[in-house]
């Protein structure tokens, strides 16, 4: 689904660098949801967003920090990257209390 | 906070049979239920959702079944095909609109020819 963008798609790093990863979406939905996705775990909620002025922490929000810059826009910031943030990292978007589409995922890979 | 339980965590079906995955959730309150579908190496993808007013939906091969006094709810999937294999996940809602969800780990359905 290219309505919902996710920038890079790959990026390996060093354990202690800021990362950020971008979610953009065209389909003009007001809430937005960050996932990262581990083997035999599932997809866990980090956080996520009713509208740019709403900000709400998920299951596993520690570690990390959003920005909702706009409607369209809604990045994750991993302000000292660690291992075992090591994951897969799905954007997610939904009109009102319409299902939620994914973006296609950011492979993160921290060393 | 919300918990959800998914069984089993593998599934191994003959082409024509049929699958049922179950889940489980801690929260009354929860009152919206998708389930998704994950292709290897793609997004999840919604197939059938259920909300708490409704018991029963069926589209086509797939329903999904919902008993709130229990607080389960089930994907049945029927003449299974080799296109079915993936990995599927429930989920449940933790706040009042339905849209934030909690996730089960997922089953792995296999589906040989």
């Known amino acids: 689904d290219a309505d919902v963008t996710q920038t890079p798609r790959n990026r390996i790093t060093k354990t202690g660098k800021r990362i950020m990863l971008e979610c953009s979406q065209t389909?003009?939905?007001?809430?937005m949801y960050w996932y990262r996705q581990d083997p035999g775990l599932g997809l866990r909620l980090i956080y996520y967003?009713?509208?740019?002025?709403?900000?709400n922490k998920g299951e596993i929000s520690d570690g990390y920090s959003v920005s909702r810059q706009a409607q369209a826009k809604f990045s994750l910031s991993l302000e000292s990257a660690i291992p075992n943030q090591t994951a897969l990292y799905f954007c997610?978007?939904?009109?009102?209390?319409?299902?939620?589409?994914f973006g296609d995922g950011t492979r993160l890979s921290i060393l | 906070g919300e918990n959800v339980e998914q069984h089993p965590s593998t599934l191994s079906v003959q082409e024509g049979d049929s699958a049922v995955i179950k889940c489980t959730y801690s929260?009354?309150?929860?009152?919206?239920f998708p389930w998704y579908k994950q292709e290897l190496g793609k997004r999840p993808q919604l197939i059938i959702d259920?909300?708490?007013?409704?018991g029963e939906k069926k589209d086509q091969r797939i329903a999904v079944t919902l008993n709130k006094t229990a607080k389960h709810f089930s994907l049945h999937i029927t003449e299974t095909q080799p296109e079915d294999s993936a990995v599927y996940f429930c989920?449940?809602?933790?706040?009042?609109?339905?849209?934030?969800?909690?996730f089960g780990k997922g089953t792995t359905l296999s589906v040989s020819s």
């Open positions: 997610a978007t939904a009109r009102g209390n319409q299902p939620q589409h």
């Open positions: 389909k003009g939905h007001d809430r």
């Open positions: 989920a449940a809602s933790i706040d009042q609109a339905g849209t934030a969800l909690i």
């Open positions: 259920i909300r708490s007013n409704v």
């Open positions: 929260d009354s309150a929860s009152n919206y």
């Open positions: 967003s009713f509208d740019v002025k709403d900000i």
